[in-house]
């Protein structure tokens, strides 16, 4: 429901809407969203394919996302090189929507209901030049709620510019472009597509870099301060990393009458051991909704990541 909410500000009904939920516990400790960032930090790529670089040659890596009530989510993902400037990678990502009853008019209960969601990509990318990387996520999407099954088509696209003397890094994506192929029943809706364009800089005398990433670019009609989801990051060595994020959507979104305090707000933290990466993740929806996500990495080549 929360995510439904989330789209239903865009404008037109959309299918599929899991697919905005976070897909990196470091993504997700940053808002919820980041195009821009540079990381060996595989599932980073489900936000902009862009980011899939040389340095997660088989690296495999796991998510999972324990959402609002008993709502799952996650995703399973390796990546390995193609030549020295391109990178491929395959991965799913799904959506279990807990139990659920089934029941007839009078309440007597029949058995129980199934939804799930889910989702396989097909990356790749590859070096334009020595600053800029382009990559294209290809999805086919499947969903069965209870009877009701539906297929969709869909392509993310994405740009990465990085300049490895100032520590500047742009993105800029475009998500979930595509389309029902097979309905739930008979209108064929379009995916939650969405524009974002993203920024982050690293200091220069302090280990701290911070994000800016502005999102629905593709609906200007909302207020201008909703587009903005701001992300910092703790960064004392290439082992270790704490990061806030602060998703003004999300915030206003799901605000109660009375204000929605600490709502949009998240945190995360992560380890580097050798060739394992853990991360995890806290994201405040409001007072009485967070979301708890969990990820970890490891090299099978047997390099450091």
């Known amino acids: 429901m929360l995510s439904i909410l989330s789209v239903s500000a865009q404008g037109g009904e959309k299918a599929f809407t899991y697919l905005l939920l976070p897909s990196s516990a470091r993504g997700s400790a940053l808002g919820g969203y980041n195009v821009s960032i540079v990381e060996n930090d595989l599932p980073l790529i489900y936000m902009n394919p862009a980011m899939l670089n040389q340095e997660m040659n088989m690296t495999v890596n796991a998510n999972y996302l324990s959402y609002v009530g008993d709502v799952g989510a996650g995703s ?9 400037k391109s990178v491929w990678g395959v991965g799913f990502n799904f959506t279990n929507y807990g139990k659920m009853l089934e029941t007839t008019e009078n309440n007597e209960i029949i058995g129980d209901l199934k939804a799930n969601d889910i989702c396989g990509n097909l990356f790749f990318s590859r070096d334009l030049t020595e600053m800029i990387r382009g990559g294209a996520t290809a999805k086919i999407i499947y969903s069965n709620y209870y009877h009701n099954t539906s297929i969709g088509l869909g392509v993310d696209l994405g740009i990465h510019y990085y300049n490895p003397e100032t520590e500047l890094s742009i993105g800029i994506a475009g998500k979930n472009l595509g389309r029902q192929v097979k309905a739930y029943e008979d ?6 597509w969405d524009i974002q364009i993203g920024m982050s800089q690293r200091l220069n005398h302090a280990p701290i870099r911070y994000s800016i990433t502005m999102i629905n670019m593709n609906n200007l009609e909302e207020p201008f301060m909703r587009h903005f989801v701001f992300g910092v990051e703790l960064i004392p060595s290439d082992n270790f990393w704490i990061a806030a994020g602060y998703n003004a959507k999300r915030a206003s979104d799901l605000s109660l009458t009375e204000g929605n305090k600490m709502g949009g707000f998240s945190l995360g933290a992560g380890l580097k051991i050798k060739t394992f990466s853990i991360g995890c993740s806290v994201g405040i929806y409001h007072p009485s909704a967070m979301s708890f996500m969990a990820s970890i990495s490891t090299s099978l080549s047997g390099a450091e990541i």
């Open 76 to 84: 399973a993902t390796f990546a390995k090189t193609l030549g020295e």
């Open 187 to 192: 209108e064929l809706l379009d995916l939650p």
